[in-house]
Nanobody, 126 residues
Framework: EVQLVQSGGGLVQAGGSLRLSCAASGFTFDDYSIGWFRQAPGKEREGVSCISSDDGNTVYADSVKGRFTISSENAKNTVYLQMNSLKPEDTGVYYC???????????????????WGQGTQVTVSS
């Protein structure tokens, strides 16, 4: 059974940094991609960043480019999201999501058959 366990998040002041982790387990297939999505109250779900395990291709939403960095540690099936220069508008619940044999174009596409992490709250105070 595929499982995604998230860690990190919390409360930080504007301009601060946080790092989210997403550890995936329960599979041996090595061709997968992981995306980070966030959901804020009253806003649509947004694909923040995503990465492909085979070629390391990364995609970022315009709203986080230059501030967030996604990386992967394939040996541990773990993906990180380093979030710097955080803004109050970055507040929301962040979810990681895994899908096999997925390639992203210019955005982190949403698929119905993602495996999801449990979500973690990120709150940025002004």
């Amino acid at each position: 059974e595929v499982q995604l366990v998230q860690s990190g998040g919390g409360l930080v002041q504007a301009g601060g940094s946080l790092r989210l982790s997403c550890a995936a387990s329960g599979f041996t297939f090595d061709d997968y991609s992981i995306g980070w999505f966030r959901q804020a109250p009253g806003k649509e779900r947004e694909g923040v960043s995503c990465i492909s395990s085979d070629d390391g291709n990364t995609v970022y939403a315009d709203s986080v480019k230059g501030r967030f960095t996604i990386s992967s540690e394939n040996a541990k099936n773990t993906v990180y999201l380093q979030m710097n220069s955080l803004k109050p508008e970055d507040t929301g619940v962040y979810y990681c999501a895994l899908r096999f044999q997925t390639r992203y174009g210019s955005s982190c596409d949403f698929y119905e058959d993602y495996y999801w992490g449990q979500g973690t709250q990120v709150t940025v105070s002004s």
